[in-house]
């Protein structure tokens, strides 16, 4: 069990060791567990920051064990290690790895590298000879963020689907987010209707348990809604180029990727680059429908705001790009707004004349029907009048 610790908030690293605490407590015999979190820039001259010390601070009142006199400490090359035994079934061993910034590099990809060669590198060898290569058949990596809440019958559940199936090669729990907002409104639905894939080249199969649930505070603000999805948008495309570009390979090692899902995945690696171009032509389209405003303008001036915003982003720093985004994301909402009203508009406009256009239609016909078709009736006629013709 792996987790990667940013410098989250003291409410998100007591959430995680809560969760620690109940798969130390909650396990069957059958089932042994380790519990390693590592942590960025968490060491400065053998000497812990501030946000490693208030994570060891929670130690007593979580997990219930002495930070100091409980612990294992050892110096390694990427910082410090810290190892517990806690209370429970198994005794699961807890580790803390704190990272020297000077010594490996920060960020989650390469925590990521880091913790997969520590696990396949270094502890699935302690107990083998070096020169065999372990088994690895009931070994798993349960990797998750360090602000997701989950539970002892959840991971159980996604160990019984891997037991089942020789071919899964990683199985994803189904993810709440917490927390309040708009921005949380969106992303609830966004993690409602879809959920990632990977490790198919190597002729694996990802599975998905919806019997497994965890929950994970999403982002609230702006700047980091902004910082995640420029995160994940650069993974996705790597990973969509690396499929397209191996996709034989891929469908000869994998018989659960089929000619339409390579397809697929082309036709959306292409719409991902059209995407903005189209949303332009809404945007225009919708301004010239509702406002008439010439198409062709509003086009050339969202096409310069693009390229501008572009620039800052290949060429200006954090802080620019992100107070540009803010700017352009303020505007087009405002956009969007004033497009949404005057469609509505025009669209009353237009069911407003069409109403009166038909109440005129019928007034016509109406008229048509009460006059005789023999002549003409005036009031002051009599009816011997109309009787001899006069």
Not at 17 to 37: M, P, R, V, Y
Not at 250 to 271: D, E, G, P, T, W
Not at 330 to 340: D, G, N, Q
Request: net charge neutral; proline share 3%.
């Amino acid at each position: 069990m792996v987790a990667r610790l940013p410098e989250e908030s003291r409410k998100e690293m007591q959430q995680l060791l809560e969760s620690i605490q109940k798969i130390s407590q909650g396990t069957s015999d059958k089932i042994c567990f380790e519990a390693h979190i590592f942590v960025d820039g968490a060491v400065r001259e053998k000497e812990m920051t501030e946000f490693a010390l208030q994570l060891i601070g929670l130690l007593n009142d979580t997990l219930h064990i002495d930070a100091v006199s409980d612990s294992e400490k050892t110096w390694t090359p990427y910082g410090l290690r810290f190892k517990w035994d806690l209370t429970g079934p198994n005794k699961m061993k807890f580790y803390i790895h704190l990272k020297d910034s000077a010594k490996v590099k920060k960020k989650k990809r390469w925590s990521q590298i880091m913790y997969m060669s520590y696990i396949l590198d270094f502890l699935s060898k302690q107990h083998t000879n070096r020169d065999v290569n372990p088994r690895d058949t009931n070994k798993f990596i349960l990797t998750t963020d360090a602000d997701v809440r989950f539970n002892p019958e959840s991971v159980e559940a996604l160990l019984d689907l891997m037991k089942r199936d020789t071919s899964v090669g990683a199985v994803c729990a189904r993810t709440y987010p917490l927390g309040s907002g708009p921005v949380m409104w969106y992303q609830k639905f966004e993690y409602a209707v879809g959920h990632w894939f990977q490790k198919i080249q190597n002729g694996w199969r990802i599975d998905y348990c919806a019997a497994s649930e965890n929950e994970t505070f999403c982002p609230e603000k702006f700047e980091e809604f902004y910082k995640q999805r420029r995160r994940w948008i650069v993974s996705t495309l790597a990973n969509l180029i690396s499929l397209i570009t191996h996709w034989h390979l891929v469908r000869n090692s994998n018989h659960q990727v089929s000619f339409l899902f390579c397809l697929y995945q082309i036709i959306l690696f292409a719409l991902t680059f059209i995407g903005p171009s189209t949303v332009v032509c809404i945007v225009a389209g919708g301004l010239s429908y509702s406002w008439d405003i010439n198409f062709v303008v509003s086009v050339i001036l969202q096409v310069i705001v693009c390229l501008i915003y572009a620039g800052i982003c290949l060429f200006g720093n954090e802080k620019w790009q992100m107070k540009s985004g803010k700017i352009i994301t303020f505007l087009y909402s405002i956009i969007m707004a004033a497009v949404f009203i005057g469609l509505l508009e025009r669209i009353a406009k237009e069911i407003i004349g069409i109403t009166s256009d038909i109440g005129e239609n019928v007034s016509d016909s109406t008229e048509k029907s009460t006059i005789p078709s023999g002549g003409s009736v005036s009031p002051g006629n009599s009816d011997e009048d109309i009787e001899s013709g006069n």
